[in-house]
């Protein structure tokens, strides 16, 4: 599989701006705490990691990852946030219910995206066990907020 080829940790920076003066919105699913938390102390890190400032940084928690999107619209109505950064994890349960949140998220964090025509980053984990979802958030597969950070990052200097 293409994933187990790569690292979502693996990334050069050598084409960053300077993000000092950049802000960011984190939009944190509550579902599945634990790899969230994860998930978003990896983009927290990241950021700070490659000059953005603590104080820069906004995290605001949704109940599941399909309230990203509107969490994710109403960070980034704000002329001040500069990029916003989606993280949840969606494990394939017994229904399709996962399918119709996954398809949801990933249209709607792109509109969003698209309608205030600024970075935002589809750091959304959706597998078919729990196991799967570790392995992205700091595991063999590295993490997806990380992943996310870099991406929000790139962006920001397209
Ligand atoms: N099953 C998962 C959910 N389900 C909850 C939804 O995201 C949503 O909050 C609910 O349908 C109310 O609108 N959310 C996840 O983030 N991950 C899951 O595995
Ligand atoms: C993955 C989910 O949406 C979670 O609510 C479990 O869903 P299911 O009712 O399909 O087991």
């Not at 634990?34 to 927290?44: C, K, M, N, P, V």
């Not at 205030?116 to 907020?145: M, S």
Request: hydrophobic share 40%.
């Amino acid at each position: 599989m293409a994933t187990a080829l790569k690292n979502l940790s693996d990334y050069t920076s050598d084409h960053f701006i300077d993000i000092s003066d950049k802000r960011f919105g984190l939009v944190v699913a509550e579902w599945n705490r634990e790899i969230t938390d994860t998930l978003a102390q990896g983009a927290y890190e990241t950021l700070l990691k490659h000059g953005a400032k603590e104080e820069n940084i906004y995290r605001n928690t949704v109940p599941g990852s399909f309230e990203l999107t509107l969490g994710a619209q109403l960070l980034a109505q704000h002329e001040e946030i500069d990029a916003v950064i989606c993280l949840g994890v969606v494990i394939k349960g017994e229904t399709k219910h996962d399918d119709y949140i996954c398809h949801a998220v990933a249209q709607g964090i792109t509109n969003v995206g698209l309608k205030f025509n600024k970075p935002v980053i589809f750091g959304l984990v959706t597998t078919n066990t729990l196991e799967q979802a570790w392995d992205r958030a700091g595991g063999k597969h590295g993490n997806k907020g990380v992943e996310g950070a870099v991406a929000a990052i790139h962006m920001l200097g397209f």
